[in-house]
Structure formats: structure tokens, C-alpha cells
């Protein structure tokens, strides 16, 4: 029944091409996990479209996903991005296992768990690893080690040990400021691996529940070279090294002319 979960990818040469990567040789160590994970934040968006916007069913089966985001060059939500991230890394020699997560945002409750991560264990240190957060989370892995500080594309970020199995993740601003600012609460997530299985329910609750935040708002988030572009209900939002610029979204046309231009996301009509 769940065969399609834990089969190889079809083809792994087409992934490393979508990444704009070339072929990895060697042993596979920390640094080509994180240009791993740069280049995978970069070419390949996050986006719930299908949920939100055209009410389809989410298949986690690997064949579907690769159609899905690797031929059809799409996006697609934490579940299927980090579900088809992790049999990318075991087919390049990785040891990886997939974890729970919440988002830790600011909406006036505790958030659920709606969230697949990754945990990669590599020359015995344990390492948070994630390509489908729509929001800040670094362009590289983060070790399991409490008060750690990591650097990442101009971002402060910090992990910490919290009650039980739990790490959080916060986002402590730009490295180029001298400033010190509040850290901001991102994501926790349990140090815990889980089997793939056991992300299908929480899958489909997440992609049909009147409660979700998937099925509520049109999200779509890349990260650039220097920022990232997104889309958030109908506002379009681009940050880079000149600033920021955001405007609402006039309609139909023009959505799908940001989805080609920012997001190489083609829809068909």
C-alpha cells in the first residue's frame, strides 16, 4: 500500500541538473550537504498551490514527486520537498532520517505539528537539515549542539536544547548589523527520527482541514542570491541588497506572470 514511499529515485543525474549542480563525487561530507541544501532552497520553491489554490490530492510517493517537482519543475509544501530531499540525500550516500516539526510563529497559539524535517547523522555529529520551511531557516544544516550560532547568506541563526526530544530554531537577524535584536522564534523540531509512513496523516490533514494553514492562503517563497522572492495571499514580496519592494497582485495575469518570472513555476490553463 505505501511501496511508493521508500522507492529509489528514477533518476538521480535529473535532480543534481534541477539543482544546478553537478555530480557529486567522493564520500559525501558536510560541505557538499550544505551547497546541497543552498542550491535545493534556491532552484526549487516552496509552494501549496495545489492545496490551496486547485483543491488536489497530495501524493508523498517518490515517483509522483519527481514528476511533480523535478520534470514538471514545480514546487510543493514541506511533506512532499523534504520527503523527495531525503531519498535525494540516501541516493548520494547520506544517513538520513526524517523528524516532526512545528512552526513557532506568533499566531496567539501553539501550532500543531505540520511539519517534516530532516535529521542527518554525518562523521557522528547529528544535523538539522531542511529544504520546504517557508520562511527563514538557513541555506545549510545546523548541528544539534545547544547555543549554537550559525551564519548563513547574511542570517543569524541560533538552536537550542528545549524540554524532552525538542530543539528550536531562532532567527537572530542580519550578521551585518551591530545591533543586538530580540531572537525570533522559527520552527521546533523533535530529535526523534520517525518512519516515512508516518507522515501521511499529517500530510492529509495539512492539505484539507479548514484549520490548516495550507488550505487558508496561497504561500509561494524562494530564496534568491541575495534575499528571497515570495508570494503570501495576494501580496508579492522581493528582498535583496537593494531593499524591499512589495505590491499587491492585480489578478490572474499577473500572478502567473510572477509564478514564470520569480518562481519558474509554468501553470497550465
Known sequence: MYEELYVALPA??????????????????AALLDR?????????PFDNLDVCDFHLPVSLGIP????????????????????????FLTEVGFEVAPCMARSLKDYGYLQPVMHRGALVTLDGRRLYCDVGYGG?????????????????????????????????????GSAESDAERPATPVLAFLDQPLDTVDFVPLSHF?????????TQRRMVNRRTDDGNVSITADQFTQVGAAGKE???????????????????????R
Open 36 to 44: 546541497i541544501i543552498g542550491a535545493h532552497q534556491r532552484s526549487i
Open 136 to 172: 527563514p531557516l538557513p541555506a545549510c544544516a545546523l548541528p544539534l549542539e545547544d547555543g549554537a550560532r550559525v551564519t548563513s547568506c547574511g542570517q543569524v541563526f541560533r538552536i537550542d536544547a528545549a524540554a524532552g526530544s525538542w530543539w528550536h530554531i531562532s532567527y537572530c
Open 64 to 87: 509522483d514527486l519527481f514528476e511533480k517537482i523535478i520534470v514538471g519543475t514545480r514546487g510543493g509544501y514541506c511533506f512532499e520537498l523534504n520527503a523527495l530531499f531525503d531519498a
Open 206 to 214: 495539512a492539505s484539507t482541514h479548514p484549520n490548516s494553514v495550507f
Open 12 to 29: 538521480v543525474d535529473r535532480y543534481w541538473e534541477r539543482l544546478g549542480l553537478a555530480p557529486a563525487a567522493g564520500q559525501p561530507d
Open 246 to 268: 512589495q505590491w499587491t497582485i492585480s489578478g490572474e495575469e499577473e500572478f502567473r506572470a510572477l509564478l514564470a518570472q520569480h518562481f519558474g513555476i509554468v501553470l497550465s
